[in-house]
């Protein structure tokens, strides 16, 4: 009751239990901070989707530090420059992936704070793999040719597998290079494809489809510059405050509805605070 009648004493509450941070910072107002991320609906997008927002992730990342009274712009960027963004401190975080960091070797720089998984599907054409696409393995698929976006966190895992990858500067061309028959798959997160299949071809969706198994699951959250250690206090104090008053789960809903819950949609560190916040835990957040 008292998360639902006051909010600002839960948020106090909270601000108050973490260590490191002057009662004056704590309270502070008119701080702003801007952040480097990219162009990927509907995780982080410069336009808005109407009745939802700039995407889930900005959202969630917008809220958690709206409830530290911090305000956030985003500076949208391609994803090759992500990495070095943070690392040259021109941007005291990404909200990305560190998966990306960890693929260029520079994730020893860095600290994340993660707010949800996302998994990446071979998108394809219906008319193309009439039964579908069935394979065992990822180095089953050497002969076709398949798009992907250049920098992305799939990079080592298909390279590993071998695959002839034709290497694509935006997920928006990937996927008209799929719709033109130029490339046999193109290489997307789930939602983040079907939203775009669907912005792109409302009246021809049907066409496309995606393969069951993911062939990467990926992490999103907010990647700091280890030096930014007030930053991720206070973040990470935004995540305590959204997760005990609901909004983290409103804005999950307003973007996946129920379709997202299930055991590999939250972090590690998601279930671990949910679980010390509330003494008895929500099934939504529990695995069978």
Do not use: C
Not at 175 to 203: H, Q
């Amino acid at each position: 009751m008292l998360n639902q009648r006051y909010p600002w004493v839960l948020s106090l509450m909270i601000l108050a239990s973490w260590p490191g941070l002057t009662q004056a910072e704590a309270t502070s107002a008119g701080s702003e901070v801007r952040l480097s991320t990219i162009e990927y609906p509907p995780l982080f997008q410069s336009t808005r989707i109407p009745g939802k927002g700039y995407g889930v992730a900005s959202d969630l990342t917008q809220a958690a530090f709206e409830a530290v009274n911090i305000r956030v712009k985003f500076d949208y960027i391609p994803m090759a420059r992500a990495v070095d963004s943070v690392i040259a401190e021109h941007h005291p975080a990404n909200l990305g992936s560190i998966n990306w960091f960890i693929k260029d070797r520079k994730d020893q720089s860095v600290k994340v704070v993660n707010l949800f998984n996302i998994g990446f599907k071979l998108f394809y054409k219906k008319v193309r793999f009439p039964k579908g696409l069935d394979y065992e393995r990822l180095n089953d698929l050497k002969t076709l040719q398949i798009g992907n976006v250049r920098g992305s966190s799939t990079t080592p895992v298909v390279n590993k597998a071998g695959l002839n990858i034709r290497w694509i500067s935006t997920l928006e061309q990937n996927f008209k290079m799929l719709n033109a028959d130029r490339i046999d798959l193109a290489v997307s997160g789930e939602t983040a494809g079907w939203t775009l299949i669907k912005s792109l071809y409302p009246d021809t969706s049907y066409q496309f489809e995606a393969a069951k198994k993911p062939i990467h699951q990926v992490p999103i959250g907010l990647v700091f510059h280890r030096s930014e250690r007030n930053l991720i206090e206070r973040f990470s104090q935004g995540i305590d405050i959204i997760l005990q008053n609901g909004t983290y789960m409103k804005i999950v809903h307003r973007y996946y509805g129920d379709e997202v819950l299930d055991e590999h949609f939250l972090t590690q560190n998601i279930r671990e605070r949910q679980s010390l916040l509330n003494e008895e835990p929500n099934p939504l957040w529990t695995t069978q």
